[in-house]
């Protein structure tokens, strides 16, 4: 009887495309036209992935047409799922060869890009070509190959489906214990995972292991847990129709093979019906011929011949030349004991004749498959023997480089000893030009030193002089106010008040400016610009001011335009407006007029304060932003003054990025214009 067997479940790893199918092929052709350099070879990709299942060979037209593009420039790696598809083609023409070419150079290509998931495809796909071509070591390579891959990048699933094939493998080699291993391996992740189907696969093949080895009761405890679990299911019949076909059968093997005949008969045909039911005719013409073999050893003939000549019709019409084969046989035995010699020896011509042809058939493929192993050492031994001839150019080179190197380093030594001298005349050339920088620096450094020392001595000087007087007013009109406060009326006490006011803010402001100018010259004020309204800041002044303003009985009035903003340091900006109100003050006649205005300029604003007051003479003019020739005139009212407020406006107002100016003629007042800029630079 022969034998029907489940051994390997296909379930196909498709390549991780690197595009997504998301055009028709109508589409992608009318794009074609239109494409040019690696977007048309996508276009081409894409078509052949549509073409490849229901026209191979225009899809393998459009696989050479991308290759020959991307051959020149593949900037997306796409060439390696090109061999893949190339592969795959070949593959369906049943041009094993070129299949496993393609297929190799595509795994090569991943093995160096470290693609862990398109290594364990393509090993895949090898696999699967060595053992159509019944070389079992080689597929097991690669079927292992392919699950190291899918554990490298923690896929449990492709290592279960590969532990299922290398099960396959090792029970097509004999190793029964090995193979049952690798299914037991799959069998756990099918049953942790709840795979029903794919855990009834591996379990029947556990009991193909047990059947090989002549355990039939055993091999029946797997075949029969697999119907429990399946009839138990609820997952419609038809869907699984081809597990529990080869179940049936497979139990039928198990029973024949313990000498029972007709016990098999139901089996035999709960396994036909549901191979009817799935469609699979390789199975129904297998049960045909077992059915077949069943009845000649029965002596029922018409029976035999009636299932034999089905199993020959099916496998005539799809090129089973196995199943062909083995009923030609049948048949010339069944025709043999009838009697029938004539019918049982065209029957015989026939068996022969096309065992023959199946025998060539495998002899050239195995011929093929030694030139294809032949090219391919062939290949590896020029490979190896290129490597081996580019390592010893290599060395040669790294000979070559190190006397190079040798050569070099005696030069250069060479050239150091005769540029040592230069050298040292070079060094004593800049050190003495570091001294002499040295002493020049000393030099500008003394100079600044006397300058500050100059000022310092004549700001002290003045404030010292200036200071006397407030102090004095303070000191005398106290004293009036404590020896004969009570015999002062009313108007007379608010006058000395006054007085003592006005000098203790004259004296107030000098050191004011006294200590902004010291912290100026430490480098203690930092310059923080921020956007300001002149007006906000001009009118904050005015107020602060004020009593002395009023005292003075000076009309101040501020034309500061209100959408004025500038970009300076808030408290440096006080201090500008702040001093040159207050000199305005100072040398304005009682009953006299300030404006303070401001004027756009480009990127600057100009404020200027204009007074009615003595004005400034030429000689003193330029004289006056100089801390080396501070003067220190009286006001209208006799006001001291050190000069240092307008020092500092000078010094501030170019801080932030401005300049400050006057106008003036002697007698007739004067103007200082300040000039900012409005944004930051």
């Excluded at 090995?178 to 029903?196: I, M, S, V």
């Excluded at 089973?320 to 083995?326: E, G, P």
């Excluded at 023959?356 to 192993?373: A, K, S």
Aim: charged share 25%; proline share 2%; with cysteine.
């Amino acid at each position: 009887m022969k034998s029907f067997s489940l051994i390997l479940f296909a379930m196909l790893l498709l390549p991780s495309s690197v595009l997504a199918r998301t055009d028709s092929a109508d589409s992608l052709m009318q794009r074609i036209p239109v494409a040019s350099g690696n977007e048309l070879a996508h276009i081409y990709y894409e078509l052949a992935q549509i073409m490849i299942d229901s026209m191979p060979d225009s899809a393998l037209h459009f696989v050479d047409r991308s290759e020959r593009i991307l051959a020149r420039y593949d900037p997306d790696g796409l060439l390696p799922f090109l061999y893949m598809q190339k592969g795959e083609i070949y593959e369906k023409k049943h041009r094993f060869d070129r299949s496993l070419s393609h297929y190799r150079k595509a795994y090569e290509s991943f093995v160096r890009s470290g693609n862990q998931a398109e290594i364990a495809s393509s090993a895949w796909s090898l696999g699967g070509i060595y053992y159509e071509l019944a070389d079992f070591s080689q597929a097991y390579y690669f079927f292992m190959t392919s699950r190291n891959a899918a554990e490298n990048r923690g896929d449990e699933h492709g290592m279960a489906l590969m532990e299922n094939n290398l099960g396959n493998v090792a029970h097509e080699m004999e190793k029964y214990s090995e193979a049952e291993q690798h299914y037991k391996n799959a069998l756990t992740y099918y049953r942790e995972n709840k795979l029903l189907e794919e855990e009834c696969m591996a379990m029947n093949n556990l009991g193909l292991i047990r059947l090989d080895r002549q355990d039939y009761d055993s091999a029946r405890v797997y075949f029969n847990e697999v119907l429990g679990k399946l009839e138990n299911s609820g997952i419609p019949i038809n869907s699984v129709a081809y597990v529990l076909s080869g179940v049936y059968n497979n139990i039928a093997l198990s029973l024949i093979e313990e000498g029972g005949k007709r016990e098999v008969l139901p089996y035999l045909e709960k396994g036909l019906r549901l191979a009817r039911m799935d469609n699979d005719l390789y199975t129904v013409a297998t049960v045909y011929l077992n059915m077949g073999s069943i009845y000649t050893e029965t002596d029922l003939a018409d029976s035999a011949l009636y299932f034999l000549h089905r199993t020959t019709s099916i496998a005539q019409e799809l090129g089973y030349k196995d199943l062909l084969i083995d009923a030609y046989d049948e048949l010339a035995c069944l025709h043999a004991g009838l009697g029938n010699y004539a019918s049982a020896y065209n029957w015989r011509v026939r068996y022969d004749s096309l065992n023959r042809e199946v025998y060539n058939e495998n002899q050239t493929r195995q011929i093929n498959q030694l030139r294809v192993r032949y090219e391919q050492e062939i290949r590896e031994k020029k490979i190896a023997g290129l490597q081996a001839k580019t390592k010893a150019q290599r060395s040669l080179n790294k000979v070559y480089v190190i006397v190079i190197i040798l050569v070099l380093a005696l030069v250069v030594i060479v050239a150091i000893n005769l540029r040592d001298k230069k050298v040292s005349n070079t060094i004593l050339a800049e050190r003495n030009i570091q001294i002499s920088d040295a002493i020049r620096r000393i030099s500008d450094s003394e100079n600044k030193l006397k300058h500050l020392n100059t000022s310092k001595d004549k700001i002290f000087s003045v404030v010292a002089h200036d200071l006397r007087n407030p102090v004095a007013a303070i000191s005398g009109f106290a004293e009036l106010l404590n020896d004969g406060f009570d015999e002062f009326d009313t108007e007379i006490q608010k006058d000395y008040i006054m007085q003592i006011f006005q000098a203790s803010q004259r004296m107030q402001s000098l050191l004011e400016n006294l200590l902004v100018w010291a912290r100026s010259q430490m480098k203690a004020i930092k310059c923080e610009p921020e956007l300001l309204s002149l007006w906000d800041v001009t009118n904050d002044c005015y107020n602060e001011l004020l009593p002395n303003i009023e005292y003075k009985k000076v009309a101040v009035e501020n034309r500061v335009l209100k959408n004025c903003t500038v970009y300076a340091d808030e408290s440096m900006l006080r201090t500008i407006i702040r001093n040159l109100l207050m000199n305005a003050v100072k040398f304005s006649f009682p009953g006299g007029r300030i404006l303070i205005s401001s004027s756009p300029a480009g990127a600057f604003c100009v404020l200027s304060v204009r007074d009615q007051g003595i004005g400034i003479r030429p000689e003193v003019r330029d004289k006056l932003f100089s801390p080396n020739e501070m003067n220190s005139t009286p006001g209208t009212s006799g006001e001291a003054g050190s000069g240092l407020g307008l020092i500092l406006c000078k010094e501030f107002t170019e801080k932030n990025g401005g300049r400050i100016w006057l106008e003036s003629e002697d007698g007739k007042g004067s103007v200082f214009r300040v000039e900012l800029p409005r944004i930051g630079h």
